[in-house]
Antibody, heavy 124, light 109 residues
Framework: QVQLVESGGGVVQPGGSLRLSCAASGFTFSSYGMHWVRQAPGKGLEWVAFIRYDGSNKYYADSVKGRFTISRDNSKNTLYLQMNSLRAEDTAVYYC?????????????????WGKGTTVTVSS | DIQMTQSPSSLSASVGDRVTITCRASQGISNSLAWYQQKPGKAPKLLLYAASRLESGVPSRFSGSGSGTDYTLTISSLQPEDFATYYCQQYYSTLRGITFGPGTKVDIK
């Protein structure tokens, strides 16, 4: 069955870096765009970034632009989020999600399948 | 960016009630709207997309409607498993980013 498993979360000091991974299985990963979405404690959902199925187009929320980088390795069925210059306000559960509507497309749509999330805490 | 608002922010309802949640965009989004359900400690679950299309496996008591800037999610007869927080999300343009509404918490009266 379709499965997304995030990893790489943890506690990091302000200004530090962290790389999240999302392992995909049960579908043709290389054909679909992927999102990262986060949720701060007790808060709502915030879209973070999207990457096209082949990695050639990437879009970011203004709040992370220039600090976060989304990437993917289709040979490993894995999505990544490199997070640099982390701030306290980046503290959240980070979810990866697959976008079935983005099949072999540059456009993004909505999040059909979600992982369970990984927690990032930015604190000194 | 396109801003999304939802109303109410929370509501209390009983099993069997008809529940309606409204989502409003800061500009027209041409039905580029999805709805999600999230239960505490769990990932969100897609309910509807394109404003009114039901995701496979989602019960038919969930429905969506709207156009332009205003959209609604309706639960025709609230079930115990429907107590959760509901979010709308617009995906109108790759140049404008994706935004979620602030959420509507539905709890037991």
């Amino acid at each position: 069955q379709v499965q997304l498993v995030e990893s790489g979360g943890g506690v990091v000091q302000p200004g530090g870096s962290l790389r999240l991974s999302c392992a995909a299985s049960g579908f043709t990963f290389s054909s679909y765009g992927m999102h990262w979405v986060r949720q701060a404690p007790g808060k709502g959902l915030e879209w973070v970034a999207f990457i096209r199925y082949d990695g050639s187009n990437k879009y970011y929320a203004d709040s992370v632009k220039g600090r976060f980088t989304i990437s993917r390795d289709n040979s490993k069925n894995t999505l990544y989020l490199q997070m640099n210059s982390l701030r306290a306000e980046d503290t959240a559960v980070y979810y990866c999600a697959a976008d079935w509507g983005s099949y072999r497309s540059s456009y993004y749509y909505y999040m059909d399948v979600w992982g369970k999330g990984t927690t990032v805490t930015v604190s000194s | 960016d396109i801003q999304m608002t939802q109303s109410p922010s929370s509501l209390s309802a009983s099993v069997g009630d008809r529940v309606t949640i409204t989502c409003r965009a800061s500009q027209g989004i041409s039905n580029s709207l999805a709805w999600y359900q999230q239960k505490p400690g769990k990932a969100p679950k897609l309910l509807l997309y394109a404003a009114s299309r039901l995701e496979s496996g989602v019960p038919s008591r969930f429905s969506g409607s709207g156009s332009g800037t205003d959209y609604t999610l309706t639960i025709s007869s609230l079930q115990p498993e429907d107590f959760a927080t509901y979010y709308c999300q617009q995906y109108y343009s790759t140049l404008r980013g994706i935004t979620f509404g602030p959420g509507t918490k539905v709890d037991i009266k």
